[in-house]
């Protein structure tokens, strides 16, 4: 079953009486040559066990079933479940979940399927949540070599972007923390049906065995981040007063002793940086380790 074909879909869709709800952002891939670009991306080998956020109708399902030991396909629509029994039978390694991705122990699942070799996660995320699901990932430590998604264009230029860009912010701090980020392949807005408004692009992020920064406090790096970008046109001196209830003469000093200049913003910090900020404020003990500020979920 050619399940990238527009032909295809259409069938599939009047024989189960699905349509697509605009509310979970349901855009089916729809071109075969972009699931290749996907699978090529992913890095996908035999020994490894496969999450796929979203499987839809179950096009990129099928290939990575081919290429993977085992494939858990985390579908949210239960009207798509019949589909993708249907359309992914033929598979006897893949597990359709009904779930919600925000909602689902990925560690259990991973133990569950006896501590495979590698585990990789793919999927077409939908464009009105796709920083949740990323960051969830993310903060939850999921034992994962990767993350393969299809995100909106800008969101994954945002992901990428360095230091001294306009698309650099909280989203890239965050991400080019916690992962490497590989090379973005456009995927322009025709290769989906229905066609949707703007054009995607697809991105793998290597989870860092690591993490780049020596810090003393995580909590107090993101919240230095937030504080940051929060008001991403006002000097360091200025978006960072209040930090810990930290005064603008106080974060002036700070700045200072990391030896960062009061009057840059933020846009214009590596991560190292950040790092000697929080590292600086954590070391004259301003702020408590592991306090609110430091959640990730408000920082985006």
Do not use: W
């Not at 070799?117 to 990767?146: C, F, H, Q, R, W």
Request: hydrophobic share 40%; glycine share 10%.
């Amino acid at each position: 079953m050619k399940l990238y074909a527009p032909s295809t879909i259409r069938e599939l869709q009047a024989r189960h009486g699905f349509r697509q709800s605009k509310g979970l952002g349901q855009n089916f891939l729809a071109d075969q040559h972009m699931i290749a670009r996907i699978m090529e991306l992913s890095l996908i080998t035999k020994e490894d066990f496969v999450i796929e956020i979203g499987p839809g109708m179950g096009a990129l399902t099928g290939s990575a079933a081919r290429r993977a030991k085992k494939v858990a396909a985390i579908e949210l629509d239960n009207r798509l479940i019949p589909v993708l029994e249907e359309t992914l039978e033929e598979y006897s390694n893949v597990q359709i979940i009904r779930g919600d991705i925000l909602k689902t122990d990925l560690k259990k699942l991973i133990e569950e399927n006896g501590d495979p070799a590698g585990v990789k996660i793919i999927g077409n995320l939908p464009y009105y949540i796709t920083t949740p699901i990323l960051m969830k990932l993310l903060e939850d430590g999921v034992p994962a070599d990767s993350i393969t998604i299809m995100v909106q264009k800008e969101v994954a230029q945002r992901m990428k972007a360095g230091p001294g860009s306009k698309a650099y912010g909280a989203l890239s701090v965050a991400v080019q923390y916690y992962c490497r980020v590989g090379p973005l392949v456009p995927a322009p807005k025709e290769v989906f049906v229905p066609v949707p408004k703007v054009d995607s692009a697809v991105l793998r992020l290597d989870l860092r065995k690591e993490k780049p920064a020596g810090l003393l406090d995580e909590g107090m790096f993101f919240a230095c981040v937030k504080a940051g970008f929060g008001q991403r046109r006002k000097t360091l001196a200025n978006s960072l007063t209040g930090v810990k209830g930290l005064s603008k003469e106080a974060i002036r000093s700070i700045l200072q002793e990391a030896g960062i200049d009061p009057g840059r913003r933020a846009e214009t910090l590596s991560i190292e940086e950040f790092s000697k900020i929080a590292n600086q404020i954590t070391a004259g003990k301003a702020g408590t380790a592991g306090e609110e500020s430091g959640k990730r979920e408000e920082l985006l």
